[in-house]
């Protein structure tokens, strides 16, 4: 097998991983979480968003956590639209993650625009945004499946990838939000991508572990030449606007996984179970991943 010597994770859960939590976290729990991700050796991480607090309210002390948490990593601000950017600009960030829905139905129910009319609103935002030098990542929800249209076409995945490269993005993360995709249709998919992109454009697999096959997803997203990998701390996550969407594909299972297969990622398994363990108690729903419930279930001397 044709498998990379070493795979980049970014770290999500502090975003993704935590904006559906029913229990609001305190912004000093959230900073000391982010501080223990980093010191397990992130150096790529979702900080927080620059979205409504009416729509997500878990998000709205994110002016507090850029001011605390910044520092010379990729620290990504998901970002929406012109406001959000805005604010995430004036905090000082040098990292915006911008989205979009392949599907039509789950960008409407999200932020009520067609797919078409998100791409020609981003478009000169973007465009905007590397003219003053910032570093832009394009999250591409319903990759696979929408859980309102059901199979997502890939030559439409390919298109909105193609067009944010036009737009020159940095990156694009393409996710499987409700966790429906199997193996196959990541090695096609992936394949297709990696054929058509431009080798400079850092291409990222974001897998929910819904049906349980996010591993596997990766393995064979490995095996497609992908070796960036968005995974979330405790397995955190679960989209507001994707009903059925579980949580991302934990961080230490990945790390697990991958180091048993001799492939190196520069995290340190122990600090990031003390991560996943810290946010534990402060959750709606226990931590289910199987390097955490391992870690539980070892007798204490």
Not at 71 to 91: H, T
Not at 246 to 254: H, I
């Amino acid at each position: 097998m044709d498998l990379p010597e070493r795979v980049t994770l970014i770290e999500v859960g502090p975003r993704d991983g935590l904006q559906n939590e029913k229990n609001l976290i305190p912004a000093k729990n959230k900073i000391e979480f982010i501080s223990l991700l980093k010191n397990a050796g992130f150096q790529e991480m979702e900080l927080t968003s620059f979205v409504s607090p009416k729509w997500v309210p878990q998000m709205q002390d994110a002016s507090v956590i850029i001011d605390r948490c910044l520092d010379d990593l990729r620290n990504f601000v998901l970002a929406p639209n012109q406001k959000g950017i805005d604010l995430a600009v004036e905090s000082g960030v040098k990292h915006i993650a911008v989205f979009v829905g392949v599907s039509d139905t789950f960008n409407k129910k999200n932020i009520n625009k067609s797919t078409e009319e998100s791409m020609n609103e981003l478009r000169p935002l973007i465009q905007d945004l590397k003219r003053r030098g910032f570093f832009v990542r394009a999250c591409i929800s319903t990759s696979f499946y929408c859980p309102f249209e059901g199979k997502i076409d890939e030559q439409d995945v390919l298109k909105i990838c193609l067009d944010f490269e036009e737009m020159g993005v940095d990156e694009l993360s393409v996710a499987d939000t409700i966790g429906m995709a199997n193996p196959s249709e990541c090695f096609e998919l992936f394949s297709l991508l990696k054929h058509h992109l431009r080798g400079t454009t850092l291409l990222t697999a974001h897998f929910h572990d819904t049906r349980g096959m996010a591993l596997a997803n990766i393995f064979a997203s490995l095996q497609a030449g992908i070796d960036r990998f968005d995974t979330s701390a405790g397995g955190l996550g679960g989209c507001p606007f994707a009903p059925g969407a579980s949580g991302n594909v934990a961080s230490e299972d990945v790390v697990h996984m991958l180091s048993q297969m001799g492939i190196s990622t520069g995290i340190h398994l122990d600090k990031l179970l003390e991560a996943a363990a810290y946010i534990s108690p402060l959750l709606s729903k226990p931590v289910s991943s199987k390097q955490f419930q391992l870690l539980k279930n070892v007798p204490q001397p």
